[in-house]
């Protein structure tokens, strides 16, 4: 794939975007429609290959699925009648659909095996493997924790799972097996990671019961279909958020974005620093926050955006890590992150990515297990950058081209599309050259 440049903008950003629909929640709907009985209908589903991903398998499963741009609509027999899909199930870079979808296979009446490709296929699956056995499923994995899973399927028991890291995927893996299993599965969190499952489920029918930090469901669970408009994806509008910030005097307006307190962390972060953060047309969608959001700001960023990312809020803010370091660049008392260890286990090891990149471009980082280091009075100098295949890296370092003292070139910006295919050209969109 032929590289892309983005060259340093002249001035402040300004237009409107439409972030294409979440990507969390397009991949709940399309799990939980392929659940359940009926027809589902969804308006604005996530463009992204992920999410197609999470289509094409339910699909192997006997659902029946009709994609209209951004509208699908979802028909299955439900859960009981799912059918041994004829091929190997292929998940491509989606770590949210291979966790929650082994869920459903560990209930079928039938083997499968299921894989992505070679960046999914080094992603830890330990995590769902373990609660997903205990409950009776017989799973086998490369090296006893990686893709290819080999899941060989049937009459689960529900359990009670204390969740050893703070995950919605491997939440949400459990409360899906114990939807159809015999009797209650109990999950109880260590951190709070994002409830996007526990909202929509009620919608499909289920019973969630949330009693603090644990959440019970019933096993047996009759889904029904929904009809159901997916909000703009936060994570996506998040790089047109920090643009502003990069580039003082910037008006970018986002439309009908999501802002689920469990994902929208970094708004929380902006308003404890005193940073204005508009937000208009506020409404709600099946449990969904949704409004329009603008940021203005001027060169105090600098100075009010906190230095340092930790504790609970790295789970708040997890996906948003990568384009924050680039704002960290640009902060007065420099930029931290600490306790995010699993930046390591994403689309790249997103920790070493960024290091690897702000070295290149002149930025001295200090690599930590857990997290960088990133000194005050960092520039940016330009130069070509990789972005290990993973999306986020590609849209981060685009964002540092707006700022760099010259291009910043990208080596496979083509990744983009794993979430958010239009990207360079929204971006282009309110650039000025
Ligand atoms: C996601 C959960 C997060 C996040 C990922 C999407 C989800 O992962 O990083 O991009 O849709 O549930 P973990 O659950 O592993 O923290």
Redesign the pocket.
């Known amino acids: 794939m032929t590289p892309r440049r983005v060259d340093p903008v002249q001035g402040p950003l300004e237009g409107e975007v439409q972030v294409p629909g979440d990507?969390?929640i397009s991949?709940?709907y399309a799990l939980f429609g392929g659940m359940a009985r009926g027809t589902t209908r969804i308006r604005n589903f996530s463009s992204s290959e992920d999410c197609q991903a999470s289509l094409s398998c339910i699909e192997a499963l006997g659902v029946e699925v009709v994609r209209n741009g951004s509208r699908v609509e979802i028909t299955s027999p439900g859960w009981r009648r799912f059918t041994a899909p004829a091929r190997v199930l292929d998940v491509h870079n989606s770590?949210?659909t291979i966790?929650?979808l082994s869920a459903l296979l560990a209930a079928g009446r039938f083997s499968s095996r299921v894989q992505g490709d070679s960046s999914l296929n080094q992603r830890p699956m330990k995590r769902i493997m373990d609660p997903l056995i205990r409950m009776g499923a017989r799973i086998e994995a490369r090296d006893g924790g990686f893709p290819p899973l080999l899941i060989q399927g049937g009459r689960l028991t529900g359990i009670r799972y204390r969740l050893p890291?703070?995950?919605?995927?491997?939440?949400?893996c459990v409360l899906l097996a114990g939807l159809m299993a015999e009797g209650e599965t109990e999950v109880e969190e260590t951190g709070p990671?994002?409830d996007?499952t526990e909202r929509a489920l009620p919608f499909f029918g289920a019973a969630l019961i949330q009693d603090g930090a644990r959440l019970r469901v019933r096993g047996g669970a009759r889904l029904r279909a929904v009809e159901f408009r997916i909000p703009g994806d936060f994570?996506s509008a998040l790089f047109f958020l920090v643009a502003s910030l990069l580039v003082p005097g910037s008006r970018i307006a986002l439309k009908g974005v999501g802002v689920n307190p469990t994902r929208a962390g970094f708004l929380s972060l902006l308003d404890k620093a005193g940073i204005r953060v508009e937000r208009s047309n506020a409404t709600e969608s099946n449990g969904e926050p949704v409004c329009d959001l603008q940021i203005r700001a001027d060169s105090q960023v600098r100075k009010q955006f906190p230095n340092e990312i930790s504790g609970d809020w790295v789970?708040r803010l997890?996906?948003e890590i990568p384009a924050l370091a680039i704002l960290g660049t640009r902060l007065e008392r420099g930029f931290k992150v600490r306790d995010a260890q699993?930046l390591r286990?994403?689309e790249s090891d997103r920790i070493r990515s960024v290091v690897v990149n702000l070295r290149q471009l002149g930025v001295d980082v200090r690599e930590l297990p857990d997290g960088f280091v990133i000194p005050p009075g960092s520039r940016i100098r330009g130069g070509r950058v990789r972005t290990f295949g993973d999306h986020r890296i590609a849209m981060a370092f685009a964002l540092a081209g707006l700022v760099a003292e010259s291009p910043v070139e990208l080596d496979r910006p083509e990744c983009v599309a794993v979430s958010y295919p239009d990207f360079f050209q929204h971006l282009e969109g309110v650039c000025r050259r």
């Open positions: 990507k969390s991949h709940r770590g949210t966790r929650l890291i703070a995950s919605a995927q491997v939440k949400s990671s994002r996007h994570s789970a997890i996906d699993e286990h994403k």
